[in-house]
């Protein structure tokens, strides 16, 4: 779940109201677990645990991904892995979710957040 998605809440009551089948965006993944969703419309801001929420779109970020494309990889936080600055191409775009990214010369294969991909020229 990214902040951007759009969603479906189901199975969702607050305060009394069935706010189920009510469609909305993604706007806040605080780390207690609830989701804030604005819904579409209204504007009304409601928190959802993640299996109210059905993903109905993905985000990406400027840059289309597509198989083939030249990429640098920045901004990877995940401790042990090393992977910020280097260069390859993308292998594999799920609907949604992770990027496949082989590195190059490595060959390496890593799953990488489209919002840290920069499209570079071609290898």
Same mark, same amino acid.
């Given at each position: 779940?990214?902040?951007?998605?759009?969603?479906?809440?189901?199975?969702?009551?607050?305060?009394?109201?069935?706010?189920?089948?009510? +469609?909305?965006?993604?706007?806040?993944?605080?780390?207690?677990?609830?989701?804030?969703?604005?819904?579409?419309?209204?504007?009304?801001?409601?928190?959802?645990?993640?299996?109210?929420?059905?993903?109905?779109?993905?985000?990406?970020?400027?840059?289309?991904?597509?198989?083939?494309?030249?990429?640098?990889?920045?901004?990877?936080?995940?401790?042990?892995?090393?992977?910020?600055?280097?260069?390859?191409?993308?292998?594999?775009?799920?609907?949604?979710?992770?990027?496949?990214?082989?590195?190059?010369?490595?060959?390496?294969?890593?799953?990488?957040?489209?919002?840290?991909?920069? +499209?570079?020229?071609?290898?």
């Amino acid at each position: 779940m990214e902040i951007g998605q759009a969603v479906e809440l189901i199975g969702v009551e607050n305060a009394g109201l069935d706010i189920t089948g009510k +469609r909305g965006t993604v706007t806040e993944i605080p780390g207690h677990g609830l989701i804030s969703v604005t819904i579409d419309g209204s504007g009304a801001v409601v928190s959802a645990w993640p299996e109210n929420l059905k993903i109905l779109s993905c985000t990406r970020n400027s840059i289309s991904m597509e198989i083939g494309l030249a990429v640098e990889i920045t901004g990877v936080k995940t401790e042990g892995l090393d992977i910020n600055g280097k260069r390859g191409m993308v292998t594999e775009t799920p609907e949604c979710g992770l990027v496949s990214v082989t590195i190059d010369g490595s060959g390496e294969v890593v799953s990488v957040k489209p919002q840290n991909l920069t +499209r570079v020229a071609s290898i």
